[in-house]
Nanobody, 124 residues
Framework: QVQLVESGGGLVQPGGSLRLSCAAS????????VAWYRQAPGKERELVAH???????IYADSVKGRFTISRDNAKNTVYLQMNSLKPEDTAVFYC??????????????????WGQGTQVTVSS
């Protein structure tokens, strides 16, 4: 079955950096678009960034210029490099594999496959 395991979260001061990782198994990783979502307390889960099988990337406006999504198909892993972190970035971050039938290069539709999440807290 599909498994997604996130890691790399933690407590960081405003302006700091973190790199999240998500290791995937049970899928042909290189053929799938993958994404990072986040969910802050009391808010809906939102799409942060996604990367296609061809490594095209799209970002939410709130993270453009600060976050970078990348993938290593040899390691079945997707990364999220987060720089210039702000308190409003505090959330649980999740990775997801795309619903391949409904997603396009520019429109990401999530599948039902989610990791357990990793907590990112930005605070002084």
């Amino acid at each position: 079955q599909v498994q997604l395991v996130e890691s790399g979260g933690g407590l960081v001061q405003p302006g700091g950096s973190l790199r999240l990782s998500c290791a995937a198994s049970g899928i042909i990783f290189r053929l799938n678009a993958v994404a990072w979502y986040r969910q802050a307390p009391g808010k809906e889960r939102e799409l942060v960034a996604h990367i296609t099988s061809g490594s095209s990337t799209i970002y939410a406006d709130s993270v453009k210029g600060r976050f970078t999504i990348s993938r290593d198909n040899a390691k079945n892993t997707v990364y999220l490099q987060m720089n210039s972190l702000k308190p409003e970035d505090t959330a649980v971050f999740y990775c997801n594999v795309a619903n391949a039938l409904k997603s396009t290069t520019s429109t990401y539709v999530p599948s039902n496959y989610w990791g357990q999440g990793t907590q990112v807290t930005v605070s002084s």
